[in-house]
């Protein structure tokens, strides 16, 4: 009997290439197809239930608008991000806690 497995009785022949690229290709289009659909940007499946904040409002983030902006100025800034930093654990500049 004749059968795909066997490509003239030498064992598999380049057809058994054509099903792991198969498989590669569903993998990298469904992946593709969830980016561009922006379900993790909208929330989806994966937004978070503990009623967070964003990160665009974080405590951080707004001081650097704040600073930015112009309505506190560099001492108060590095003041405030101190307390800031230590109230939420963020380690320091050598990245070690």
């Given at each position: 009997?004749?059968?795909?497995?066997?490509?003239?009785?030498?064992?598999?022949?380049?057809?058994?290439l054509f099903?792991?690229?198969?498989?590669?290709?569903?993998?990298?289009?469904?992946?593709?197809?969830?980016?561009?659909?922006?379900?993790?940007?909208?929330?989806?499946?994966?937004?978070?239930?503990?009623?967070?904040?964003?990160?665009?409002?974080?405590?951080?983030?707004?001081?650097?608008?704040?600073?930015?902006?112009?309505?506190?100025?560099?001492?108060?800034?590095?003041?405030?991000?101190?307390?800031?930093?230590?109230?939420?654990?963020?380690?320091?500049?050598?990245?070690?806690?």
């Amino acid at each position: 009997m004749h059968t795909l497995a066997d490509w003239g009785g030498g064992g598999p022949g380049p057809w058994i290439l054509f099903f792991p690229l198969i498989w590669a290709a569903v993998v990298i289009g469904a992946v593709t197809f969830l980016r561009r659909t922006g379900v993790r940007g909208r929330g989806g499946p994966w937004r978070r239930m503990d009623g967070s904040r964003p990160a665009g409002d974080s405590p951080l983030a707004v001081l650097g608008r704040r600073f930015a902006s112009g309505e506190i100025d560099e001492d108060e800034y590095w003041r405030r991000l101190s307390v800031l930093e230590e109230q939420f654990g963020r380690t320091g500049k050598g990245g070690a806690a």
